[in-house]
């Protein structure tokens, strides 16, 4: 089967830190673009981060620039997003999905060119 699986999820205090997993199964993400994307309840899905699939270009969320860091190792076929820093807003499940029509250095964090997602891994920020 083919899987997408976010993990790392979990409750952490404000300007505490998270790394979350986005492993792959059942297919290879060498040639895709991932994307990083969070929804909070009652509110659309937003766009947090993206790496192509070479790894040599990267994009952010104004909201997440300088906090988040969005990396890969196809030879583990997973993807990291390394968040610092994180505030109460940060709080949402946070899911990654693959874009494999993007050039190999480019990406974009817009949900409509993104076909496969992984279930979410929820992130709670609290004191």
């Known amino acids: 089967q083919l899987l997408l699986v976010e993990s790392g999820g979990g409750l952490v205090q404000p300007g505490g830190s998270l790394r979350l997993s986005c492993a792959a199964s059942g297919f290879t993400l060498e040639h895709n673009a991932i994307g990083w994307f969070r929804q909070s309840p009652g509110k659309e899905r937003e766009g947090v981060s993206c790496?192509?699939?070479?790894?040599?270009?990267?994009n952010y969320a104004d909201s997440v620039k300088g906090r988040f860091t969005i990396s890969r190792d196809n030879a583990k076929n997973t993807v990291y997003l390394h968040m610092n820093s994180l505030k109460p807003e940060d709080t949402a499940v946070y899911y990654c999905a693959t874009d494999p029509t993007a050039q190999e250095d480019q990406c974009v964090i817009i949900e409509r060119w993104y076909d496969y997602w992984g279930q979410g891994t929820q992130v709670t920020v609290s004191s």
């Open positions: 790496i192509s699939s070479s790894g040599g270009s990267t």
